[in-house]
């Protein structure tokens, strides 16, 4: 079954305009699935745009999320805080925009626009693991002196974990940065190899005397041995004080491919498990794992040692402390959840809310919902720990909107009754009257149900649950604690992200990168920038790519080469991508799903064959009928009129007014999402069963029928 890797739940979004409220993106829903492209398709204000801004948390600031959720790993985007969102956004959801130009510092060389976010995000990432290890370890302590009388013990065992924790850090920061040293080496040889063959010009004399320096730096067991380094050495050394030598390029380029050829060897090295180590030589510290050959070997030994010494009965105790910490949290739950369900119904059998009977009933709910939350399992909840802070905010805005709506509505009217009245005597007003900005009571009001009815079933389903293993929820942890402390002592250094870069700009398919590194943005053509952009994008290596129009400011053939490589980063990666166009023609070869979008809905939505094969929405059908290609010889169809003004959304189908296939009911009522198949949802009346039989335009059956026929003969 394939993995939902994002989904997206009755979102709402407005924006405050001058001209009044816009209703950008009206309840959509979609999900997206790992590994596989979802298209959104629409004209320009649609709410494509918009849509993909929201997951990625960069909403402009006059934007208001009406309601709905974006679920991103156990997560809702909408709810979490911004020191939640910067681990996410750029990490785990990267996003391509549409014009390279203006998303490149013009100022700043592309290489360091490449290194900068790389080298940032490692050092949020040291911080952030410090903080959660010593958060989560203290919280470990604290559930085994509930269960464990011996307190020396626990504390025995927490630091003895942390103690050989600490040493196993040290292991492997002395092993990291050999081999960042290495690493960045490597490059720089191969820059410098790369000038040689060019015939450029080289202080060679500084530059071997810089490698030799740098190279000591890269000695470690597990990385450049000693004397693997002498040889080389001795030979930059002899080159370096004689003349002729230096004046040999040919000489000069096979010692420095050697010197490559002893680092690459150094880095792939396999290196040993530095946690198992840690213990032994926090137990033995005088042992030396250089006389083990075999790092198999040593691995072994380590972890029969460090299960049977001590991790054995940490898990075993550690595990009782974990099940307390459910314990509690669950004991905790019971009782809530029935203030909860109070808290439920005050606001559904009331109409008139009080502020003040909220806020009594409130205040200790939310400390509450704190101290419920099992703060020591790894996976988080964030409907626990968003509860607060989203509540709040719905109860804010739904009591500005009661205080605040009365006046602008009284405000609307005094204006529009002195618009009337120029009117009527014959004059031209030269201003508009602006629509009120009303907040929507009952759909705020909604809101606030929703949360407490999202905590409601979240408490009910871990009451209910059978399924939590104990053991398994303390091996967890310990596998967190050795991330936390691997992401504690591995930094980015400058010549480890230089080598990422050069390795980046490769993979997108730019020629020299060495070279291309230290240029500007304006020294590339259009398709090579947003190779750049697509590069700083992939940098984190994230689980969903967001791509906003890449290939709109492009000419056809580079539009093309765009899509095939975004196309190949998607299946060498497994990444899922979001793929936003106005073009169905891009679609094609692109999208496993598209998702049609019309005034900020989703009007049809289908498998890439549904959509091509079998249109179903008037919409859907306009767009393709718009759409070039080699063999239609009719003349394509322009789609009249323009999309409705937001402001004011129109009461039936919001393409009616466009549609040459408009029925009566399209003016009067919002047609539902019709099932046309398991895959298969557009939301048009026309799929009523007593609507008349429409048949798609001519051009589009033709279309069709060719592109099945031809599909035929390629398959044959």
Known sequence: MEQKKLQVKNLQISFRTQAGILKAVRNITFDLYTGETLAIVGESGSGKSVTSKAIIGILAGNSIIE???????????LKIDEEHFHKIRGDKIAMIFQDPLSSLNPIMRVGKQLTEAMMLNGKARQKSARKEFGLHLKLLEQNLNAVNQDKAENKQLVETFNKFCLIATNLEKDYNEANAVAVGLKTELEELVFLLEKNQKVALVPALRNIRSKSKKAKHYYVVREEELIPIFDEITLTIGDKKRLADSVNVIALLKKLIEVLEVGINRECPNFFRLGFYKFKNPDFDETTFDSVKELDEMTLNYLNNQFMSNFVALGQKGVQNSRDVSIAKKKVLVVKLEQLKSYFLDNNELSLKDIKKMLKPVMKEVNDATDYLRVKKHSIEYSFGISIVHEVKRYFEGLKRNPINQRKYDKQKYKWDTLVNQGKSPTWKVVPPFLVDLELTKGNIIKIISDLI????????????????????????????????????????????????????????????????????????RQRIVIAIALSANPDILICDEPTTALD?????????????????????????THDLGVVANMADHVAVMYAGKIVEYGTVEDIFYDPRHPYTWALLSSMPDLDTKEKLDAIPGTPPNLIYPPVGDAFAERNKYAMEIDFEKEPPLFQVSETHYAATWLLHPSAPKVEPPKIIIERINRMKKEAENYGK
């Not at 309601?67 to 985007?77: A, M, R, S, V």
């Not at 991330?483 to 700009?505: D, F, H, M, N």
């Open 67 to 77: 309601g709905g959720e974006i679920l991103y790993d156990g997560q809702d985007l």
């Open 457 to 528: 079933d979240r408490y009910y389903h871990d009451i209910n649950s059978k399924t939590f293993d104990a053991r398994e929820e303390m091996i967890i942890l310990v596998d967190f604690f050795k991330e936390q402390a691997s992401r504690l002592v591995y930094r980015v250094t400058p010549g480890i992200a230089k080598t990422r870069a050069l390795a980046l700009l490769k993979e997108v398919g730019i020629p020299e990168p060495a070279v291309r590194y230290k240029q500007y943005p304006f020294e590339f053509s259009g398709g090579m």
């Open 556 to 580: 056809v053939t580079i539009q093309s080469q765009i899509l095939e490589l975004i196309n190949k980063i998607k299946n060498e990666r497994n990444i899922s991508v979001i793929f936003i």
